[in-house]
């Protein structure tokens, strides 16, 4: 079975700064890979799909990159209404999620 | 404007059966597919399984698989989660989303989500 491992599982930054979250999968994936954000209590938000195109409508902060099994999740410049949890995904099979990285303002 | 509405919270008893449903509008509903995710309280995202409406295929997680019926009627445009006997540890919120329009990709990311049914299992 496929494994996802998505580190860090929460960090701390602060405003502007440049955040990274990683997801790796135990085996090749290729890029069936999407990330959601979700917000305390709101519903997930489809980010990003195909490792790296952006859902329209997503802020251009946020990417993505990786192949494979290793894969990025990176916002550009921290805002405040990026507080949330983010979630990687694959779906080369039956889908799994990462474990989620927390993301909070410092 | 596209969207799937879910059916509002629930609250059961261990050994009674559920069945929360999940209606599409605004798009061939019949022609995506459909899939459930379970997030327990203050934990992380579990992908359950997914049907294609217009032939009822479905595909389980094997976490899922003989723990839950997934169903569908294309003809109110409406896929169902089911349990037949509840547990405490079902007690989470689940969520319905659309996965892609190709039948030959059942499995995909959600780009539409429910706003969520909150399910709590207690006696």
């Known amino acids: 079975d496929i494994q996802m491992t998505q580190s860090p599982s929460s960090l701390s930054a602060s405003v502007g700064d440049r955040v990274t979250i990683t997801c790796r999968a135990s085996q090749g994936i290729s890029n069936f890979l999407a990330w959601y954000q979700q917000k305390p209590g709101k519903v997930p938000k489809l980010l990003i799909y195909?490792?790296?195109t952006l859902q329209p409508g997503v802020p251009s902060r946020f990417s993505g990159s990786g192949s494979g099994t290793d894969f990025t999740l990176t916002i550009s410049s921290l805002q405040p209404e990026d507080v949330a949890t983010y979630y990687c995904?694959?779906?080369?099979?039956?889908?799994?999620f990462g474990g989620g990285t927390k993301v909070e303002i410092k | 404007e596209v969207q799937l509405v879910q059916s509002g919270a629930e609250v059961k008893k261990p050994g009674e059966s559920l069945k929360i449903s999940c209606q599409g509008s605004g798009y061939s509903f019949s022609r995506y597919w459909i899939g459930w995710v379970r997030q327990r309280p203050g934990k992380g995202l579990e992908w359950m399984g997914t049907?294609?409406?217009?032939?009822?295929?479905?595909r389980h997680s094997p976490s899922f698989q003989g723990q839950v019926t997934i169903s569908a009627d294309k003809s109110t445009n409406t896929a169902y989660l089911q349990w037949s006997s509840l547990q405490a540890s079902d007690t989470a919120m689940y969520y319905c989303?659309?996965?892609?329009?190709?039948?030959?990709?059942?499995?995909?990311?959600?780009?539409?989500w429910g706003q969520g049914t909150m399910v709590t299992v207690s006696s």
């Open positions: 995904q694959m779906y080369n099979s039956a889908p799994l």
């Open positions: 049907i294609y409406p217009d032939d009822s295929d479905t």
């Open positions: 195909g490792a790296y």
């Open positions: 989303g659309r996965g892609s329009g190709s039948y030959f990709n059942a499995y995909d990311a959600f780009d539409i």
